[in-house]
């Protein structure tokens, strides 16, 4: 089974459309997170959740809307999409905070023409 | 401000040692990590230290020194599989925040 899954895994649109990725974790995790992966291979954090609370937003633009409708799922929705919102998007799940390490999904690749 | 920083790449040959090091500046600390990630694949997590030390764990060691802001990761008895790029992660001290580094590209040859 796996443990944290992302539907679609490679998304090729237009610029201005509007997308959304899913991501779903069957271990019981209740912290989930999105990261961004440019193409320098920076990972980087945007949004983090805590038993469906938006716990930390990293200074993401407006268009992108994290939606969590229960504590296994974390959707990301974007509006508008850009050239520079290509990137591969990668959710991660937790059981809480501090020692505990991060669950990755196989990632997003998103790719805006 | 916060900054990680770790070798864009390496290159070592199989069976032998590679040091991978990290030096961080964040605003809080809550654990220094290690990820693996293979091209193409996502970060799997290798260690955890938030002591000063060395923790041990087969093939791999990670070290921490919270006084110099400073970790390395030790891949022993190198192997072709083990070609990566190994990922400095610091945990803030709310806990729901990971920064990482950029990375460091392993390249491993016979």
């Known amino acids: 089974d796996t443990a944290v899954s992302q539907t679609p895994k490679y998304l090729v649109t237009q610029m201005g459309n509007d997308k959304s990725i899913k991501c779903e974790q069957n271990l019981g995790h209740d912290t989930m997170y999105w990261y961004k992966q440019d193409s320098k291979k920076f990972l980087k954090i945007m949004f983090s959740y805590n038993n469906k609370e938006l716990i930390i937003n990293e200074t993401v633009p407006n268009r992108f809307s994290p939606k969590s409708p229960d504590k296994a799922h974390l959707n990301l929705h974007i509006n508008s999409l850009e050239l520079g919102d290509s990137a591969v998007y990668f959710c991660?799940?937790?059981?809480?905070?501090?020692?505990?390490?991060?669950?990755f999904g196989p990632g997003t690749r998103l790719t805006v023409l | 401000g916060q900054n990680i920083d770790q070798p864009t790449e390496m290159t070592a040959t199989e069976g032998a040692i590679v040091q991978i090091n990290c030096t961080y500046q964040t605003s809080g600390f809550n654990g220094l990590f290690w990820y693996q990630q293979h091209a193409g694949e996502a970060p799997t997590f290798l260690s955890y230290?938030?002591?000063?030390g060395l923790e041990e764990k087969g093939r791999f060691s990670s070290f921490l020194s919270r006084s110099k802001g400073y970790s390395y990761l030790l891949l022993k008895e190198l192997q072709m599989k083990d070609s990566a790029s190994y990922l400095c992660a610091v945990r803030d001290t709310g806990g729901f925040k990971t920064i990482f580094g950029a990375g460091t590209r392993l390249f491993v040859k016979a």
């Open positions: 230290n938030v002591l000063d």
């Open positions: 991660a799940s937790s059981h809480g905070t501090g020692t505990n390490e991060q669950f």
